[in-house]
């Protein structure tokens, strides 16, 4: 219903990440995973649909930065990481509905085929 809705737009850089994969299977995502927390490392899945399934080790907003910490983790025993564009700049949206009745709530997966895979979430 009209007023109860917000949009709200906000630029966002690129994003470079130093990544590893793309992996055979998430078996194997998992197992790198492991070996990584293993070496103190903390490895989170990509977003990028394109790049899964992989594994992302640090996330910057340059080129440069991503590449300097990738020369930080080769001391570590990181050899197969590299670093890629995970996405191009461009502008992010964001649906606001601050109140959801439950009557709203019934409506709301008539609006995923508009939301091109994204999904509701609560704000906190």
């Not at 109860?4 to 197992?31: D, F, H, T």
């Not at 903390?42 to 910057?60: H, I, S």
């Amino acid at each position: 219903p009209s007023g109860s809705w917000q949009m709200e737009s906000q630029k966002e850089p690129a994003r470079w990440i130093v990544y590893m994969g793309k992996y055979a299977s998430a078996e194997l995502q998992a197992k790198k995973r492991t070996e990584l927390a293993g070496m103190g490392i903390k490895a989170d899945a990509v977003a990028n649909p394109e790049l899964q399934p992989g594994l992302v080790l640090a996330g910057f907003d340059s080129e440069a930065a991503a590449k300097a910490e990738l020369a930080k983790l080769a001391p570590k025993g990181i050899r197969t990481a590299k670093v890629v564009q995970e996405r191009e700049a461009g502008t992010a949206h964001q649906l606001k509905l601050p109140a959801v009745s439950e009557s709203l709530k019934a409506k709301l997966p008539e609006l995923k085929a508009s939301l091109a895979g994204h999904a509701f979430k609560a704000c906190g």
